[in-house]
């Protein structure tokens, strides 16, 4: 877990205090989060709780939090310069506490193990007042597809 710059580093800390509506998840970019702050094997995003992120109860849909546990994982993995594309094997997710339309939430990733083929992660969201409201791990596994072959 060196500290060694990337391109897709260096493309992700351009986007630091921005609205990530622009990156290569378009299911991400759907949930509008800023990126606060992101290094080879940690990132920062905050979102706002938005009422077609929710439930019927009016608080924020288990789906959509693991959505932002998930994306966040996977940009920080994209960050962290593996050649290869990379995707998760698993998402396991505890919900803790409720969040309510209009919070900001922060969601914080950081790469707990590297390894040649497989890295694991480790993700929680949380208010401001730093209450827990989901955390996640997540291993991703390298594929066979190069990144420069889509693109990155």
Not at 16 to 33: F, H, M, R, V
Not at 67 to 91: P, Q, R
């Amino acid at each position: 877990m060196e500290n060694a710059t990337t391109p897709q580093l260096e493309f992700f800390k351009s986007f630091i205090g921005k609205t990530l509506d622009q990156t290569p998840s378009a299911a991400g970019n759907w949930l509008a989060g800023v990126l606060l702050d992101v290094d080879n094997h940690h990132i920062k995003v905050q979102y706002v709780v938005r009422p077609e992120m929710c439930n019927p109860g009016k608080i924020l849909h288990g789906g959509i939090a693991s959505l932002m546990l998930d994306d966040v994982i996977g940009m920080g993995n994209f960050v962290a310069g593996s050649e290869y594309l990379m995707t998760s094997i698993n998402l396991n997710v505890d919900f803790l506490a409720a969040a309510q339309i209009g919070e900001k939430l922060e969601v914080t990733a950081k790469l707990v193990r590297s390894g040649s083929n497989l890295n694991h992660w480790e993700a929680i969201i949380r208010k401001d007042t730093g209450k827990i409201v989901a955390k996640a791990s997540s291993n991703l596994i390298k594929t066979h597809v190069k990144l420069s072959d889509l693109g990155y």
